[in-house]
């Protein structure tokens, strides 16, 4: 069982930065890759960010890339999102997530799920 909380979110105007972090406790946190997804008003789940275990692969939706950084410290069981230069449409509930199988991108092939954290970008 792994528990995941976020934090970090808020109202910003477009073009600021925020730092979302993820909270893990239960089993060893750097033995498994992470995902962060986001879900906007009206929208389904949508993929944003993944990171390997140890953290030197990652991977990005093309609408983030260049202005999110995923990252992780595993001594501090914390998953992080960097998001500068926020657009309106980044507004959405953020969610982390523990990977189990099947390709990254899906939400399906996550098993332990935040209860999120909403990012707000007013223009």
């Known amino acids: 069982q792994v528990q995941l909380v976020e934090s970090g979110g808020g109202l910003v105007q477009a073009g600021d930065s925020l730092r979302l972090s993820c909270a893990a406790s239960?089993?060893?946190?750097?033995?498994?890759?992470m995902g962060w997804f986001r879900q906007g008003p009206g929208k389904e789940r949508e993929f944003v960010a993944s990171i390997s275990r140890l953290g030197g692969t990652t991977a990005y939706v093309d609408s983030v890339k260049g202005r999110f950084t995923a990252s992780r410290d595993n001594g501090k069981n914390t998953l992080y999102l960097q998001m500068n230069s926020l657009k309106p449409e980044d507004t959405a509930v953020y969610y982390c997530?523990?990977?189990?199988?099947?390709?990254?991108?899906?939400?399906?092939?996550?098993?332990?799920w935040g209860q999120g954290t909403q990012v707000t970008v007013s223009s």
């Open positions: 997530a523990v990977y189990d199988s099947g390709a990254a991108h899906l939400a399906s092939a996550y098993r332990y």
């Open positions: 239960g089993r060893a946190f750097s033995s498994y890759p």
